[in-house]
C-alpha cells in the first residue's frame, strides 16, 4: 500500500506564508488532496490536485506536485490565526482504489 | 502507533438489504470518530460526527435514518446503511480522535468498499 509522510508541526507569525510538505509513496496516485481539521471537528476538503498537473492556485493556496520526487505541498499566503488546524495530505490510488491520508501537520499560527 | 480497523473490508449486499460497518479502535479510547464517503475518484465527504454516548451530528444532506450511527463504546462505532441501494455503493472511511496526552491526533481507518447491487 500507499505511505505518505508530513512533518508533525510548523509554526508560523501572522502575515507570513506557509509551507507545509509531503511525500507519496505511490506513483500511481491520481488525485492528491489537502485537507484541513480545525479543533473539534471533522475534515474538510481544502484542495486538491490531478497528478498530470503541477500546480494548482486557488486563492490564498498554492498547491506544488513534483511527481518525479513524489512531493507535494501546500502554499498560505498571508496566514491568519484563522488558519491554525492540523493539515492533512492525502492520495487516491486508482490502483487500490482508496485513499491513503498523512499523518497530519499542526500549523500554529502566531499573532 | 494507533490503529484504527474497520470491519468488513468488502461488502456485497442486494439492494434493500441493511449493511452495517464497523470502526474500532484498537489501543485507544476515541472519545469522537468521523464517518467519511468517498465517491469514485472524487474526495472524502464528511458524513457525520460520533461522540461516545450522545446522538451523532450529521452533515447537511446526509440522511440520518438512512446512516444510522451508534458510538456505544468509547472503541467502537458503527454505521449502519439501510435499506441499501445502488447508489450508496461507495468506499466508506471512519476515523477516530485521541485525545490523550495533550496532544489530539487523528487516526483513519482503512476503509470499507460497500457495492449494492
Known amino acids: 500500500g500507499e505511505d505518505v509522510e508530513q512533518s508533525l508541526f510548523l509554526s508560523v507569525r501572522e502575515g507570513d506564508s506557509s509551507v507545509i510538505n509531503c511525500t507519496y509513496t505511490?506513483?500511481?496516485?491520481?488525485?492528491l488532496y489537502w485537507y484541513k481539521q480545525e479543533p473539534g471537528a471533522g475534515l474538510q476538503l481544502l484542495t486538491y490536485i490531478f497528478s498530470n498537473m503541477d500546480m494548482k492556485q486557488d486563492q490564498r493556496l498554492t498547491v506544488l506536485l513534483n511527481k518525479k520526487d513524489k512531493h507535494l505541498s501546500l502554499r498560505i499566503a498571508d496566514t491568519q490565526t484563522g488558519d491554525s488546524a492540523i493539515y492533512f495530505c492525502a492520495g487516491y490510488s486508482g490502483g487500490y482504489q482508496k485513499v491513503t491520508f498523512g499523518t497530519g501537520t499542526k500549523l500554529q499560527v502566531i499573532p | 502507533g494507533a490503529v484504527v480497523s474497520q470491519h468488513p473490508s468488502w461488502v456485497i449486499c442486494k439492494s434493500g438489504t441493511s449493511v452495517k460497518i464497523e470502526c474500532r479502535s484498537l489501543?485507544?479510547?476515541?472519545?469522537?470518530m468521523f464517518w467519511y464517503r468517498q465517491f469514485p475518484k472524487q474526495s472524502l465527504m464528511l458524513m457525520a460526527t460520533?461522540?461516545?454516548?450522545?446522538?451523532?451530528?450529521?452533515e447537511q444532506g446526509v440522511e440520518k435514518d438512512k446512516f444510522l450511527i451508534n458510538h456505544a463504546s468509547l472503541t467502537l462505532s458503527t454505521l449502519t446503511v439501510t435499506s441499501a441501494h445502488p447508489e450508496d455503493s461507495s468506499f466508506y472511511i471512519c476515523s477516530a480522535r485521541d485525545g490523550t496526552g495533550g496532544e489530539e491526533t487523528q487516526y483513519f481507518g482503512p476503509g470499507t468498499r460497500l457495492l449494492v447491487l
Open positions: 460520533s461522540n461516545e454516548g450522545s446522538k451523532a451530528t450529521y
Open positions: 489501543d485507544f479510547q476515541a472519545t469522537t
Open positions: 505511490d506513483s500511481s496516485s491520481t488525485y
